[in-house]
């Protein structure tokens, strides 16, 4: 994981536009370019939010985090942009990178929401010790003590 620099948000832009991968984050319509720009500069002032770039061999490919960030506990979230990438073991990678920041922060639990059809995602989550905690609709709810 690297800084989430503006090389990494005009990225962001592109990844999300991709059909596959807005569906898969759930992400629906970008805001107008200048409202991300005014989100992008606001990320330092930002308390319960932490964001990072994600990159292989000094290559964008994606970007993870940590949100609504509250006592002991905090909501990850993360995808891999660059579909040629996809499959490669580098989503264990990433989780166990924001686990361990997590951890550095005095985290104690991580939990995400998941869309249901998103199976290589769930598959993730279970083979790094995220266990089912119900669903809300179409989304599947996981957590993870640390």
Known sequence: MVSFDKCFFEKSRAWLEDEEVNRLTDTGKLPAEPDRLKWFESLPSKKDYLI???AF???PIGACGLKNMQGSKAE?????????????GLGT???KSVEQK???LNLDELYLTVLMENDRAIR????NGY?????????????KQI
């Open 93 to 95: 990678s990433m989780l």
């Open 76 to 88: 990850y979230w993360g995808y891999i942009g660059e579909k040629s990438y996809w499959g490669k």
């Open 57 to 59: 061999e000094e290559e």
């Open 124 to 127: 993730l989550y279970i083979n």
């Open 102 to 104: 997590a951890k550095a």
């Open 52 to 54: 990072w770039g994600v």
């Open 131 to 143: 266990e089912d905690r119900g669903s809300i609709g179409c989304y599947l709810i996981m957590a």
